[in-house]
């Protein structure tokens, strides 16, 4: 018997959503008693005119941050090419702050070509993004790491820090959880097993997952870590109904087929389908699951699962 995964809300604001859009969303996550609200970094649409224009994902979590109360708040995931690791570092112990320790740092290599020429960020090769990930990984572990009155140094392929005092510190100690994720064989099963306290694999098959999720128990327990110190999650699109009219009405909102969504998504469909669906991510190994919600005028679809779909669960 699998226990009960904790669910969250994961949001995509670059397909056009204000501030106040995803506030509401974060208030009903809850309110509903989600654990936590996610969003994406990006600053580009991947289809569609993406109006009113992207928002910042750490300036938002800020104001998100000072507007709750109680739900975690996150990023899946911060591309290491948008910012310098200790700007980088700096925010977000801010934000876990202004949080009252309730920040989580999910962060990835970067992949998305065209928001970087969108918006003036250089993109380097995906070999040079890993090493530049990685770096910031140590850079910002190592600041928030540094004992208050003492210094930190770092001299590494492109960044190299001197004389940092490593401050601010984040409220919550040693640090905020970190969630690296991806399907990647190699590195990024070893930078998770050196780094994170969560694993995500987002929107993938079921073998896939266990595939990856094998790759990470190995880099866990090879990094001399206890089996059971790695949370492992995965990422499904939403789009729940009563009946086949709500489903379907919900994914016309999305600019989806219903066919396809439900081939691809465990968390496609009604109630009781949902429930059967996810019962073998669950055996898999999820511990957690985020919930893509891609219609964030829709709050009422958080609460159709929030309240028929979890004590399915519980």
């Known amino acids: 018997m699998t ?27 809850e309110d509903l008693g989600f654990s936590a609200f ?48 200790g700007p980088l570092g700096i925010s977000v112990a801010q934000v876990d702050e202004m949080s009252g320790g309730r920040v989580e740092f999910g962060i990835g290599a970067g992949w998305f070509e065209a928001e970087h020429q969108a918006y003036a960020i250089p993109f380097p090769s995906l070999g040079e993004r890993f090493d530049r990930l990685t770096e ?14 003492q210094t930190f140094d770092y001299s590494g392929a492109h960044y190299t820090v001197v004389d940092s005092p490593g401050l601010p510190k984040p409220a919550q100690s040693p640090h ?3 969630i690296i994720g ?22 993938v098959p079921l073998e896939t997952l266990r595939t990856q999720f ?17 949370t492992y999650s995965a990422a499904f699109v939403l789009c ?20 396809e969504l439900r081939s691809n998504s465990p968390t496609v469909g009604t109630p009781s389908e949902i429930v059967d669906k996810l019962g073998p991510f669950l055996e898999a190994g999820v511990q957690r699951v985020y919930l893509q919600v891609l219609d964030m005028s829709d709050l009422s679809h958080l609460e ?4 028929e779909v979890i004590p399915q669960l519980g």
């Open 136 to 149: 910031q990984l140590e850079i910002i572990t190592g600041l928030w790491a540094t004992p208050q009155g």
């Open 3 to 29: 226990s009960a995964p904790d669910f969250r809300v994961f949001v995509e604001p670059q397909q056009g959503a204000a501030y106040t859009d995803q506030l509401a969303v974060a208030r009903a996550a």
């Open 304 to 307: 159709l699962f929030a309240r």
């Open 240 to 259: 729940a109904g009563r009946d086949d009219a709500e489903i379907a009405r919900r994914a016309a909102a999305i600019g989806r087929e219903v066919d």
């Open 38 to 85: 996610f969003r994406s970094d990006h600053y580009l649409a991947m289809n569609g005119d993406g109006l009113p224009g992207p928002t910042d994902s750490w300036v938002t979590l800020a104001g998100i941050a000072r507007e709750t109360s109680t739900i975690r708040l996150g990023t899946m995931v911060t591309s290491a090419t948008f910012r310098h690791p």
């Open 214 to 230: 094998e790759r990470v128990g190995r880099a866990v327990s090879d990094a001399g870590r206890a089996a059971d110190s790695m």
């Open 182 to 203: 991806g399907q990647g064989a190699k590195r990024t099963p070893a930078l998770a097993a050196k780094f994170a306290a969560e694993f995500n694999v987002p929107f």
């Open 176 to 178: 905020p959880p970190i």
